[in-house]
Structures are given as structure tokens and as C-alpha cells.
């Protein structure tokens, strides 16, 4: 069988570091807000080539706290691509901010930027990109457009650690960036973690606030706050595995380059262009008989997923704030894509043979 993701396997070749990493945190007797977190940081900062990063609980609340963290007003518009996994969407409304759906681009599946200009309003004060899959919105025109009205941008880049775009790492270009090291990401954590990078000096202090009850001194609290902080132990892990995220990143792509020359023309595969440097967080394919060929694989031994199988404004949790209001391209990627094996676990063999598999696939 080959799994689609096997975060065991994944994680064996780090164990002999991760123990002594856990070790060093347990004879610490330090487990929140310590060294630990304090060097991820700074690691991840220079990693990413911000001035700052702000460890917090999960994506999710990094997403959460950069809005608190811009002051932007409840009431507000975000504009937010239409599909976009639910986390990105129920940020904003978490923040009292009214979530504005972007189609995408049928090609890249991100935010189409030539559709925002049309979509500012008098109450819009943000955009949120999300680099979905690992693939980096198009941001030149995306940045036009923010510049031009004076809104905030934040990026969403929990699927793209260490993509690029023109040569610029995801996260640089927002007011505030937001990053998820759920298990499955290039740079996972063995449970929920995120992180906040800005250039921001006044931002990275009104997060770090945030994320600790509204503190910056103990027991005294300037502004209503969460507790959202980076676990010691996590961040440890995640040291461990930054040292290697470009060696996995390398991987990942080898292995979609497999991909991108095994598999025949039937399948709409993730677009390659020399402005995008991915990171293949998920290797998305399209065809209109995506369930008939996901059963297909399996029966032959190939487990897949689909992110996502339910478009946010068809969510029940959603209906209320989407009612009435059509996003087809959504509807259609939404319906057709299909998420291939491709992690640090796999090998070239593995994903030859799932293309061989495709390839049989009866139309």
C-alpha cells in the first residue's frame, strides 16, 4: 500500500534529535515561553527573512492575532479567496470582520488577482492570500492593488514554507504573516503549533501581547489577550526539522517532477512557471471523474485525499454569510481535485508507480 501520508515514516530520520531536544526542554524545567521558543524564533525569522516571528498555538490563531494585531475594525471586509481551506474564512469572522469570497484562478487555484480591483469597497481594509497547496500567489498585481487602496495585507502561509515568488519567500510580503506547523506541513510539529512573522516592529509586539493573556510584564495586562502560546517542547521539534526543511522542500519537488513528466495529458496538473517556486505541500491534479478515479487508485493499493472536497461557501457552518451567492470556479476545483502521494516518506519509486496507475486509469 502506498499511504498518502505516513507521518511516522516521515518523522523516523529526525527521532535520535527530537529525544535529545526533549531531554534538554525536560531537564530545563521550563516548558512555556522559554528558550526553546525563543531560538525557533529567531531561527524561523532568519529563515524567512523577517525581522521578527511570534510563535503561537496554531495557524488558526495566527491568523486570528495578525488581524488583532493590525487594529483593524470589526465590521471590516477582508478579502479572501473563495477556496480556501475554512481556517483562513473563520479568522475573520472570529475578528467581527466580514469575510469577501475572491474566485480563484482556474490555473493556479490561488486568489485571481484580476478580480480584486472590482471586489474594494469603502469598508475593505485587508486582503488575506492564502499560497495554497505551496504554490505562491501571484503577487505583483496582488501588491498593486493593496498599495493602491492603503489596505493591510496577510498572507496565509501555512501550505508554502520555503516557496518563493521571483525569488521572495512567502511571508515577506505581508503587513503580517501567518504560518501553521500542523504534523503534515514541510515544517510540521508532532501536534498543533504556528507562528507570526512581520517586519513589523509594532505588530510583533501587539502579537506577542496577544498570545500571552494580553501581557507584557507578568500578571500585568494591557490589552484583552489569549492564551495562544508556542509550546517548548514543539518548538524544540521544530528546530530540529527546520535544519532540514530545504532538504524536504528539495525532495518534494524532485518528486513532483516525477509527476509533472510521468503523468499524461488527461490530468490538469499544478502549473510550472519560473516566477513560482514551489513547494508541494499537496500535488492537486484535476479530472471531471475525480471520485471514479480516487476509488480506482486505491483498489490499487494508492491511498489519496482531497482538499478540499467542500468549498467554505457550501460549509452549513458558512451558508449564512454566503446565501444567495454563486463562486462556480470554486464549485469546480472544489469537485474535480484530486491530492497525490508526495512526502519527505515517499520515494521516486513510489510516485512512478502512482503515475503508472493514473496513466491505466479507463476513461
Known sequence: ????????????????????????????????????????EEEFADYV???????????????????????I??????????????????????????????????????????????????????????????KPCDMDPIMAVVNKNNLFLIEDCAQSHGARYKGTMTGMFGHASAFSFYPTKNLGALGDAGAIVTNDPLVAEEVRKLRNYGSSKKYLNDVVGYNSRLDEVQAGFLSVKL????????????????????????????????????????????HPRRDALREY?????????????????????????????EFPVSDEIHSTTLSLPISF??????????????NSFPE
Not at 515514516?9 to 528558550?35: H, M, P, Q
Not at 509527476?259 to 514551489?278: G, S, W
Not at 508541494?280 to 491534479?285: R, S
Not at 521516486?348 to 496507475?357: F, L, N, Q, S, Y
Open 1 to 40: 500500500m502506498i499511504e498518502y501520508e505516513n507521518l511516522h515514516a516521515s518523522n523516523k530520520v529526525f527521532l535520535t534529535d527530537y529525544v535529545k531536544s526533549f531531554e534538554e526542554t525536560l531537564n530545563r524545567g521550563w516548558f512555556i515561553l522559554g528558550k526553546s521558543v525563543e531560538r525557533f
Open 49 to 71: 527573512g523577517t525581522r521578527h516571528c511570534i510563535g503561537v498555538a496554531s495557524g488558526l490563531d495566527a491568523l486570528i492575532l495578525s488581524i488583532k494585531a493590525l487594529h
Open 73 to 134: 475594525p470589526e465590521g471590516s471586509e477582508i478579502l479572501i479567496p473563495a477556496n480556501t481551506y475554512v481556517a483562513t474564512i473563520l479568522a475573520a469572522l472570529h475578528c467581527r470582520c466580514v469575510p469577501v469570497l475572491v474566485e480563484p484562478d482556474r490555473d493556479t487555484c490561488n486568489i485571481d488577482p484580476t478580480r480584486l480591483e472590482d471586489l474594494v469597497s469603502p469598508h475593505t481594509r485587508a486582503v488575506i492570500v492564502v499560497h495554497l497547496y505551496g
Open 243 to 286: 535544519k532540514r526543511l530545504e532538504e524536504i522542500n528539495s525532495h518534494k519537488r524532485a518528486l513532483a517532477n516525477v509527476y509533472h513528466k510521468a503523468l499524461n495529458a488527461r490530468f490538469r496538473k499544478p502549473v510550472v512557471h519560473p516566477d513560482f517556486r514551489d513547494v508541494y505541500h499537496i500535488f492537486n491534479v484535476r
Open 297 to 325: 487508485l486505491l483498489r490499487h493499493d494508492i491511498k489519496t485525499e482531497i482538499h478540499y472536497p467542500v468549498p467554505p461557501h457550501r460549509q452549513k457552518a458558512l451558508e449564512q454569510y454566503f446565501r444567495g451567492k
Open 345 to 358: 516518506a515517499h520515494s521516486t519509486e513510489d510516485i512512478t508507480r502512482v503515475a503508472e496507475v493514473m
